[in-house]
């Protein structure tokens, strides 16, 4: 029996399998609603097996969007339009997610294929960038963001509760909180962009305040029963970031605050990543195991992984508890059938719609 087939339950969710669709922006949505486009991308790989559908970072407010092309949460017309897609993923077997977000400096960019970076100032869809501090990205995104005031920090954390809640009616039971890629909550735990004097910035305990602190106000709107995770940023490979101690000691003081998994991801906090050690299948697992033994608590990992057999021994090895799939599962919708069918498992055609199974069966 492979280990990437067995069941996972976190709390009153049960995933069929350890294969979840990691949230991938797909810069398509108009106003922040998602459309069509996303209820096909998203559908498919419910029917291709998928335990975990998590769609992409979703902002917050119109200002945390990554493009003018993301998704949001911000307003009722979104959470309505996000009903008939996690209805679809349900009567598929899966479990639908999504991840909440604010762009924080890397936001009011332009789409990837129209450029991958920011906007100008003056072009009629941009809009001023936030952050801890008054410092650029730099590279393609070089706009100087405003430093939040402590009444733009409480507005941002009032507007995750706000998307959390929406999220919940718009029928998820997964919820992802974007502490990661050098977006908001990242920044505000980088040493590399926090350069705050106050509160907020400094000491461990201070660059610490603005994920936990959010944490906690989602904490009290998402139910229990539902998982809430959170992605989270733990080594950047770039000198003058925190100790990964510092990012292990947060993952400890996030599960103390109710965090149920932490999906163990890059800070990508500043343009500079020729040090990430991208050639190694899964190469955060170790890290990831680490903190899964140091601090209790269950884990979830991407980047660079596509072998099922790979992936089935990092489950197998209790390095991680759910393996997240980006590309590889953008190539291939039935990624989780081919892996069946490699992993010898009896039964394949379980994880398929029975209008699908019912023809594959055929001689
Ligand atoms: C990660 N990215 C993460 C995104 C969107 C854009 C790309 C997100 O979390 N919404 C990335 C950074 C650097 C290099 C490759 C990938």
Redesign the pocket.
Known sequence: MSHLFSELSLKDVRLKNRIAVS?M?QYSAVDGLPSDWHLVHLGARAIGGAGLIVA??TAVSPDGR?TPGCTGLWNDAQAEAWRPITRFIEAEGAVPGIQI?HAGRKASASR?WQGDAHLDPDHPEAWQPLAPSSLAFGGSLPRVPQAMTLQEIERVRADFVASARRALDSGFKWLVL?F??G?LAQSFFSPLANQRTDEYGGSFENRSRFILETLAAVREVWPEQWPLTARLGVLDYVPGEQPLEESIELVRRMQAGGLDLVDVS?G?NTPD?SRVPWGEHGFLAPIAARIRREVGIPTAMSWNIREPRAADALIAGGELDLLMLGKAILGDPHWPYRAALALDRAAPYALLSEQYAWWLKQQ
């Open positions: 949230p922006c992409e970072a990554i977000a990837p974007h990661a890629h977006y890059l990508f990543v």
